[in-house]
């Protein structure tokens, strides 16, 4: 098990300038660090990978899909282009030396169609991710898939979901991940949630049921815990919290209030608390 923080906390594009965070939280004692990939280039992502591994620091990459890049569209030109755009984010996590592209790259965030997936789109869906899945294969990583609430998207909302959806996939570079904020509002039981992903989970995201800081809140954390060992989990565990410093984010993430005192309390805090859980468990 290792532990990592989500720089969406801070930023949706790393930069140079968040070199010094990096530092603070390689100083706090993580061992990685997510990274957002929204936008750049290979040479982008190479210099951030130089500076993670200068700082001897482990490295993941998340991604969105949005309604012009949709792996469901019924229109085969979106789906090269969602299939574009997966190139690219894997080439991008590659260059900057990550061992896992994470997110909800199934289906846009916020595109609804007013009833729930169909067999076409399940097909469409599995055919551009086994597309990534190969490029993935290619790039020395994998992919990880994240599902949503019900309130984000309607494509992938449950873990039982998830697990057909990699099995269609068929494929050894493309598996499940696992996020404790959607799982504590779609789940009706945790621990089979996590115990139905088995070996095909490999990735995890703690966050609190307010985006805050994991522990403050309502998560059954012990259940999430000692589910997670039971499984033989061993990948990351990566805080991920939401606040309201960059406007367009904590409306994507709909965040209306300040749910923490400040980014270093969620990271401290955070990081103390898995720890604990995680020798508990």
């Known amino acids: 098990m290792k532990i990592s923080m989500n720089l969406l906390l801070w930023t949706t594009h ?3 300038e968040h070199f010094p965070l990096i530092g603070q939280l390689k100083a706090a004692g993580f061992e990685g660090v997510e990274i957002p990939i929204f936008e750049g280039d290979e040479k982008h992502y190479a210099r951030i990978g130089a500076e993670l591994k200068n700082q001897g620091l482990g490295a993941t990459a998340v991604t969105v899909m949005s309604s012009e890049t949709s792996p469901i569209s019924d229109d085969p030109k979106i789906r090269q282009a969602a299939k574009d755009r997966l190139k690219w984010a894997i080439a991008n996590t590659k260059a900057l030396g990550g061992e896992l592209l994470c997110g909800p790259i199934h289906s846009p965030l916020g595109v609804f169609s007013g009833s729930g997936p169909t067999e076409t789109e399940k097909a469409y869906c599995a055919e551009v991710l086994r597309a990534a899945a190969n490029e993935a294969d ?3 990583l994998r992919l990880a898939v994240e599902y949503l609430n019900r309130f984000e998207c309607y494509f992938l909302t449950s873990a039982a979901e998830t697990k057909a959806l990699i099995q269609s996939v068929d494929h050894p570079h493309c598996l499940a991940m696992y996020d404790t904020f959607h799982a504590n ?5 945790l621990a089979e949630a996590i115990r139905a992903m088995g070996d095909e989970l490999i990735h995890v995201h703690v966050s609190e ?3 805050s ?3 403050a809140g309502h ?4 259940t999430t815990f000692k589910s997670l060992k039971s499984i033989g989990y061993n990948g990351w565990l990566t805080i991920e919290a939401f606040g309201r410093s960059m406007p367009a984010l904590a409306a994507a993430t709909k ?3 300040d749910m923490f005192r400040s980014p270093e309390e969620v990271y401290t805090k955070g990081l103390a608390f898995i720890r604990e ?3 508990k468990g």
């Open 14 to 16: 790393v930069t140079e």
């Open 138 to 140: 290619h790039a020395n």
């Open 185 to 189: 509002i779609e789940e009706k039981n």
């Open 209 to 211: 049921n307010d985006r």
């Open 213 to 215: 800081t994991p522990g």
């Open 219 to 222: 998560v059954d954390w012990p």
């Open 255 to 257: 965040i209306w209030r």
């Open 277 to 279: 859980m995680w020798s």
